[in-house]
């Protein structure tokens, strides 16, 4: 038996229709979608070739895999081939990943620095990070890296604070570094609005430099005093036990003091959300206000909000996305449930 594979050099239009392109950069069409290169480099030093070396663009199908004979093949044995190539590509793309991410790190140094040694429970904790040119030309970096889970952020008994940020689409905003000099692409960032801090004592906190284009950074500590949470990181600890397996729970940031019920008037209060794909209708809309958001007329909301009830003194609005109630049919009740809601 004759196997062939076939190794296609044209683009798959399938492949090609599901790439959208901004300002020059290729974006995925998935949740977290980020540039499909984030370092860009002028120049010709070792280690920027070593990140951006020649290829040649590989399409795998199923169809590609073409058996010549006269059954073509029994399934098992074209998944088994189908599965061995597959896993020597994977390997090969971790290869090259690991030495541009090591070429990487020889021309760019990452500094995170706390604003303060010491902060209050409850208070912000806010950081700077600046990232430092050791390459002999220009290079173009993503200063929109620290948007995501971008931090290592472990609690006084070892454990990761939870991630409570920001989870969505952002454009990828390059960042122009020149040669031995450095840039600054957080400051005053408060690491309170994307992670809780639940008790006091001392954190650790790094920058991860995953994927985005910048490498890793130092740890810095930070000394926790005793104080008081802010009344919604409260709110959200007692969320987020009930958050389903693979659904992640965001919250509006410490400046952001109102919040406006879908279909309803924007009022004094806070919003989280409970989601697992907001962009395939699964997620959960939460707003906790200081005083009622009316209905308005004018609003044609895709989803409205319904109002559950009080917890202490604010008032609950929930709506749940199109595939929410066959994902998580207790949503509202569970909710209620950890909140104490009391209802009117």
């Not at 760019?108 to 604003?115: G, I, S, W």
């Amino acid at each position: 038996m004759n196997i062939r594979l076939e190794n296609r050099h044209e683009p798959h239009p399938v492949e090609r229709s599901s790439i959208r392109e901004a300002d020059g950069v290729q974006y995925c069409a998935g949740t977290n979608s980020r540039p499909s290169g984030p370092f860009h480099g002028r120049g010709g030093s070792d280690a920027r070739r070593a990140l951006h070396r020649p290829c040649r663009p590989l399409w795998l199908s199923v169809g590609s895999f073409v058996a010549e004979s006269e059954d073509n093949m029994n399934t098992p044995l074209r998944m088994g081939v189908i599965t061995a190539v597959l896993l020597v590509a994977l390997l090969a793309f971790a290869t090259e990943e690991v030495k541009g991410q090591e070429a990487l790190s020889k021309e760019l140094l990452t500094v995170l620095a706390a604003e303060k040694t010491a902060a209050q429970l409850g208070g912000p904790i806010r950081i700077s990070l600046s990232v430092k040119s050791q390459a002999e030309q220009e290079v173009t970096i993503d200063g929109s890296a620290t948007a995501f889970d971008c931090f290592d952020v472990t609690d006084p008994d070892g454990q990761p604070a939870p991630y409570v940020g920001f989870m969505g689409q952002i454009m990828f905003k390059p960042v122009p570094l020149q040669a031995s000099s450095t840039v600054t692409i957080a400051e005053g960032l408060d690491l309170t609005d994307k992670y809780i801090f639940q008790k006091a004592g001392r954190y650790s906190i790094r920058f991860k430099g995953e994927r985005t284009g910048v490498p890793g950074s130092n740890t810095v500590t930070v000394d926790v005093t005793p104080g008081q949470l802010t009344e919604l990181d409260q709110l959200v600890i007692q969320l987020l036990p009930v958050c389903p397996v693979g659904w992640r729970l965001t919250k509006s940031g410490r400046d952001q003091q109102e919040a406006a019920p879908f279909g309803r008037s924007r009022v004094a209060g806070y919003a989280a959300t409970i989601c697992r794909n907001y962009m395939s209708g699964e997620a959960l809309y939460v707003w906790l206000t200081k005083a009622e958001a009316q209905i308005d007329p004018d609003q044609k909301p895709r989803i409205k909000s319904e109002y559950v009830g009080r917890t202490g003194g604010l008032h609950v609005y929930v709506a749940e996305d199109s595939k929410t109630p066959a994902l998580w049919p207790k949503a509202i009740e569970d909710i209620s449930r950890v909140l104490q809601i009391v209802k009117e």
